[in-house]
């Protein structure tokens, strides 16, 4: 079992940057794989980034590519999503999940969810 927790969510201007957190507990939080998804107001929720379980391996979706990047504390129990240049477009909230399949993962499915963190970014 998983317990997933974010944090660093907040209002921001167009262009500036903002770091996520993912805190991660129980006794399979170390063996997951971890994810960043969003989901916008009236749209899907959205594959942003992965990274495995040793925490060398990523995976970025198309709107993630060159602005986000995510990182895995040696600790292995926070996972974190570095966002660069946001734009309105960004505006979300923003999940962490975790799975023990990378697949599965990366393709939009996962066993543990957070209950999310709200980025707005608006001029």
């Known amino acids: 079992q998983v317990q997933l927790v974010e944090s660093g969510g907040g209002s921001v201007r167009p262009g500036d940057s903002l770091i996520l957190s993912c805190s991660a507990s129980?006794?399979?939080?170390?063996?997951?794989?971890v994810a960043w998804f969003r989901q916008a107001p009236g749209k899907e929720r959205e594959f942003v980034a992965a990274?495995?379980?040793?925490?060398?391996?990523?995976n970025y979706g198309d709107a993630a590519q060159g602005r986000f990047m995510i990182s895995r504390a040696n600790t292995k129990n926070t996972v974190y999503l570095r966002m660069e240049s946001l734009e309105p477009e960004d505006t979300a909230v923003y999940y962490c999940?975790?799975?023990?399949?990378?697949?599965?993962?990366?393709?939009?499915?996962?066993?543990?969810w957070g209950q999310g963190t709200q980025v707005i970014v608006s001029s």
């Open positions: 999940a975790a799975d023990l399949n990378w697949g599965r993962l990366v393709a939009g499915s996962a066993n543990f």
């Open positions: 129980g006794r399979e939080s170390s063996d997951c794989n």
């Open positions: 990274i495995n379980w040793a925490g060398v391996g990523t």
